[in-house]
């Protein structure tokens, strides 16, 4: 969950929405809570590989289900290289690098984490606990230092693009707040589900909803937004507080954040990519795992080898940060919208049912559906993927 977003999306937003765009934080931490709460009181009771995409196929079919890997394969493919461009951005920002030396240090972190998974979940926590620690500690400081710098004066005009540019800011925000659904992925992984998922969940929601508005809220109200763009507010932010040489440490702590997000997502969606394979819904050869770490080894070199891909052509295409982000972000919205969708209906067949979890996964369902619109052509790389899925999986079945 404390991923990317906090690196760049504090700025986008506040340029969206200005000082309004605290509302949509806070809306969106709001949000979160039905998401988290939805895939973690059902991956505590159905812990399986592959978590939202186990759920489509016992609620809707083998065809469903193929949609929702494929976008998972999707998100992994498209959103690796994207959330690598954040940290090439603050390499540019920080250091004097050209373009083509900040994406080979981008597409490095994107190797790195790929490399770790090989070695299996054990490693790869080892790994993810020691950095997230860090990020935290790191952030935790430079609000509190940052804070007695917040002027009043900053938040007026409050409203500077009207209540619309509220709801686009929070299209945008929305992929801070991804993640709750890579818990269900790796599911089966946890000692004890039923306990271990709703600890962990309810402890992210307070510390990870807490520190983005924190964060946002000295990004505004320190004018950080205004300073370093859209592209590195975070370290306009800190070289205001501690110096000249703050872009340098910013830098480093964005490759870190950066590294932690790709070290999650790809144990996560490599495990999706498996159980697809596994069921058919991809070639059966990528749901081989390693005899030694048990690890999808097939199917993470097939999502390194087509991230690999997109991050040329992003290069390539001189594709921005933000058209990176849209796209990754449309994958996995669909993804939500299906995988509450399915959640919503095996609440129902439960028994007894358990009627607020019911009403928690239909309220987000219809939070993601009603999102969606707001990425406007970006959605429509997922949605050609979604139909070309189901077109497979049908005359697969046939």
Do not use: K
């Not at 988290?36 to 592959?50: E, H, V």
């Not at 004066?153 to 209540?163: A, V």
């Not at 070290?263 to 390693?290: C, E, M």
């Amino acid at each position: 969950m404390l991923g990317s977003g906090i690196l760049v999306l504090p700025g986008l937003a506040a340029r969206i929405a200005g000082p309004a765009s605290l509302v949509a934080w806070a809306l969106l931490a709001a949000a979160s809570v039905p998401f988290a709460w939805t895939f973690a009181s059902l991956s505590a009771r159905r812990p399986a590989a592959g978590g939202i995409y186990a759920f489509a196929r016992d609620a809707f079919g083998r065809e469903l289900a193929t949609v929702t890997g494929w976008l998972f394969a999707l998100w992994q493919v498209v959103g690796a290289p994207a959330v690598a461009l954040i940290a090439a951005s603050y390499l540019a920002y920080a250091f004097p690098l050209d373009r083509p030396e900040s994406f080979v240090l981008g597409f490095a972190l994107v190797a790195l984490a790929f490399l770790i998974n090989l070695r299996g979940i054990v490693l790869s926590s080892r790994v993810q606990v020691a950095v997230l620690a860090a990020i935290v500690l790191l952030l935790v400081a430079a609000v509190a230092v940052a804070g007695p710098r917040v002027r009043p004066s900053q938040f007026t005009p409050f409203l500077p693009g009207g209540p619309l540019s509220v709801g686009v800011a929070a299209a945008l925000i929305f992929w801070s707040f991804l993640g709750y659904e890579n818990v269900s992925n790796v599911a089966e992984e946890f000692a004890d589900p039923r306990r271990d998922l709703p600890r962990s969940v309810g402890a992210s929601l307070a510390l990870v909803g807490g520190l983005y508005f924190a964060v946002a809220f000295v990004t505004v109200g320190t004018g950080a937004y205004r300073a370093g763009g859209g592209v590195a507010p975070f370290a306009a932010l800190l070289a205001d507080v501690f110096g000249p040489y703050a872009a340098a440490g910013t830098a480093v702590l964005a490759a870190g954040v950066v590294f932690a997000v790709l070290n999650a997502y790809t144990a996560g969606l490599a495990r999706v990519t498996y159980a697809t394979a596994r069921d058919g819904g991809l070639p059966r050869g990528l749901s081989h795992l390693n005899p030694v770490s048990r690890v999808p080894d097939r199917a993470l070199w097939a999502l390194f080898l087509g991230s690999a891909v997109v991050f040329g052509v992003y290069y390539v295409a001189d594709v921005g940060l933000t058209t990176a982000l849209l796209v990754a972000s449309g994958a996995a919205i669909v993804v939500y919208v299906l995988g509450t969708a399915a959640a919503w209906r095996l609440f129902r067949r439960m028994r007894p049912v358990p009627q607020g979890l019911v009403v928690t996964a239909g309220v987000a369902c219809g939070i993601s559906v009603a999102v969606a619109p707001f990425l406007g052509i970006y959605l429509a790389v997922s949605l050609a993927v979604g139909a070309a899925a189901f077109a497979f999986a049908h005359f697969r079945a046939r």
